[in-house]
């Protein structure tokens, strides 16, 4: 089975993840329909259709979806931002899709975010299962749209892959993404393997390379057949001098995040010894 046999529709096409994922997916073969709120910034590759659309037009979302097996979701509002400017895309965007995918048939791999956890001190390995601590506005949106991946399975039989991504870039740049770089290479890897694992009901994956500094420990990777082979720590020595001088940020998983707007003045709480990495 590989559900890129059919037309694979990718939200946030022209988003920097989008842009990377219509180029490498294409020259993987696959037939992608790619769609964003804003108009596609590169050439639109041969065999691809571009279709500018809002996640919050129920109907267009709707009609793009159609024929499809698979759905690559990365679109909507990707950093922190008012509650207000979240909303539509994060929220209304993240049910149309899901109710896009239940109609077409289709299995859905999410773009959630680290930033669901991102309230966790940097020192604590988290599994799959651990409770959601979000670290804005942002990251609660994300939370919200695993539970209506774990909502659409469990009342419609819709797969999802929901994957908690770190840091996608060519390169980590920080002492932060010794810890959650997430390689092109291992993302791309991933996606595949979402296509072509038989069943995999609702499953959640940390999205970062082999770190040995990751702050996520076990998922669902065995059940859908994918292991990182990238990791950030041949940078270890070059990154690990480059903090920030906040001290929020630096105690927190989800980094300049935690401290957008963070108004507590008390010691943030020890962490449990048992819990310590
Ligand atoms: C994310 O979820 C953001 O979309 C991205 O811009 C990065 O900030 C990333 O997380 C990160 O935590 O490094």
């Known amino acids: 089975m590989n559900l890129a046999d059919q037309p694979v529709l990718l939200t946030g096409a022209s988003g920097t ?6 180029r490498r997916l294409t020259a993987l073969g696959w037939t992608l329909r790619l769609t964003d709120l804003l108009p596609f910034p590169d050439e639109v590759p041969p065999g691809v259709t571009f279709r500018q659309a809002d996640l919050q037009d129920r109907e267009a979302v709707a009609a793009l979806a159609e024929g499809c097996g698979l759905i690559l979701h990365f679109g909507g ?10 909303a539509g895309p994060n929220l209304a965007g993240c ?25 966790y001190p940097r020192d604590v390995r988290l599994d799959e299962a651990d409770p959601m601590r ?37 390169e980590p ?14 993302l791309v890897s991933l996606l595949q393997c979402c296509a072509t694992a038989p069943a995999i009901g609702c499953a959640t994956i940390w999205g970062a390379s082999a770190n040995t500094r990751s702050f996520w420990g076990r998922d669902d990777r065995d059940r859908i057949g994918w ?14 001098p480059l903090v ?5 940020a630096e105690h927190h998983q989800g980094g300049r995040f935690a401290s ?3 108004s507590r003045t008390d010691k943030p709480p020890a962490v449990t010894a048992s819990r310590k990495r």
């Open 17 to 22: 993840i989008g842009r990377l994922l219509a």
């Open 95 to 119: 049910f149309h899709v899901w109710e896009a995918a239940r109609m077409a048939g289709a299995r859905i791999v999410f773009a959630s975010s680290n930033h669901v956890f991102g309230f």
């Open 134 to 170: 979000p670290d804005g506005f942002y990251g609660l949106s994300k939370a919200y749209g695993e539970l209506l991946g774990r909502l659409y399975w469990d009342k419609h039989g819709v797969e999802s892959v929901l994957v908690r991504i770190g840091s996608v870039l060519p």
């Open 227 to 240: 292991a990182p082979r990238d990791s950030a720590d041949r940078w270890e020595e070059r990154l690990s």
């Open 77 to 86: 509002v990707s950093v922190e931002h008012p509650f207000e400017t979240i």
């Open 173 to 186: 740049v920080e002492a932060r993404m010794l810890s959650t770089w997430f390689s092109p290479d291992d």
């Open 260 to 262: 957008i707007d963070y």
């Open 244 to 248: 920030t001088d906040d001290p929020v």
